[in-house]
């Protein structure tokens, strides 16, 4: 697969991506932050540092719209200027993403018009939102999990609205670092035998 949508996110064992009342000023929720503490590695020769170096590899962002304008829209550049997508219910014309940024509607789009801009490099997905309607959407490849040995115990789940539909994965990669898995499964499509 030249170009894959590969999710990238960090997970409590309990399948938590924030600490409870997420919101501007506590972005990552109550106690969210402990997700993230692997990234105090990210420029280390160890594997969290290979994790860190092939998501900065990557030749689009797609995202939902809450985790942009949570992250302050990114000013406009999540990395190196690719171009990010954000998948949104609704754009309003006046409402102009900054930067490399634009917002699209329909999730099939999104998906082709980022992996037409990143080429032949993967496409990163960041957002509980978004992962889940592409997922619904058989738009996702691969997902590279950062399994966090900690139960936050309540927040926002990443999992939590994906319907009745089974979802088989593959494990491809384990990469174990100081207090973080790096996991990446490979999606099987619908239909597609386990």
Same mark, same amino acid.
């Given at each position: ?31 969210? &932050? ?32 809450? +985790? ?19 998948? +949104? ?9 900054? &930067? ?18 990143? &080429? ?34 309540? &927040? ?39």
């Amino acid at each position: 697969m030249n170009n894959p949508i590969r999710l990238y996110m960090s997970m409590s064992l309990d399948g938590y991506i924030a600490g409870p009342d997420d919101r501007p000023g506590q972005e990552l929720g109550r106690d969210g &932050g402990r997700l993230f503490n692997w990234l105090d590695d990210r420029h280390s020769d160890g594997p969290s540092g290979q994790v860190y170096r092939e998501a900065l590899a990557t030749g689009a962002v797609i995202s939902g719209r809450r +985790t942009f304008e949570l992250a302050g829209r990114w000013q406009g550049d999540h990395h190196d200027g690719v171009p990010i997508f954000v998948l +949104t219910h609704r754009a309003d014309d006046g409402d102009v993403p900054p &930067g490399h940024a634009r917002f699209v509607t329909d999730v099939e789009d999104c998906a082709r018009q980022a992996r037409a801009a990143a &080429g032949d490099r993967p496409v990163m997905v960041h957002g509980a939102g978004a992962a889940q309607a592409l997922l619904r959407a058989g738009q996702v490849d691969e997902m590279e999990i950062h399994l966090v040995p900690v139960l936050l115990g309540d &927040g926002r789940r990443l999992f939590d609205h994906l319907g009745g539909d089974h979802i088989e994965l593959d494990l491809v990669r384990r990469l174990e670092d100081r207090d973080v898995t790096h996991l990446r499964y490979r999606v099987h499509r619908p239909g597609e035998a386990a």
